[in-house]
């Protein structure tokens, strides 16, 4: 590992082969939802919070914000927004 730190999200230095593994982990996994994908980069990278669970949630916001930025191309949201129902009185 070179080092080389390629962007920063939320305190977070995130390196070339940092972004390089993210990017792998989409193109082998093109069927897998963002959440397994956080997942699993989150496992491969020894990502935890002090309590040892994953970091996913964090991951998920850097891999949206990074999508936004073009640095990555994450597949698509599998869900569907439904609009907010009208309050009724």
């Not at 993210?22 to 002090?50: D, H, V, Y």
């Not at 916001?61 to 936004?68: E, F, G």
Request: glycine fraction near 8%.
């Amino acid at each position: 590992m070179t080092g080389a730190i390629q962007c920063r999200y939320y305190g977070c230095d995130f390196s070339v082969e940092e972004m390089a593994l993210l990017r792998a982990l989409i193109a082998t996994e093109p069927q897998s939802n963002r959440a397994a994908l956080s997942r699993e980069f989150c496992r491969r990278m020894g990502w935890l919070k002090p309590d040892g669970g994953l970091k996913d949630v964090m991951a998920r916001i850097t891999m949206l914000a990074t999508h936004q930025d073009g640095v990555i191309a994450p597949p698509p949201p599998r869900g569907r927004r439904n609009p907010p129902c009208p309050i009724v009185f």
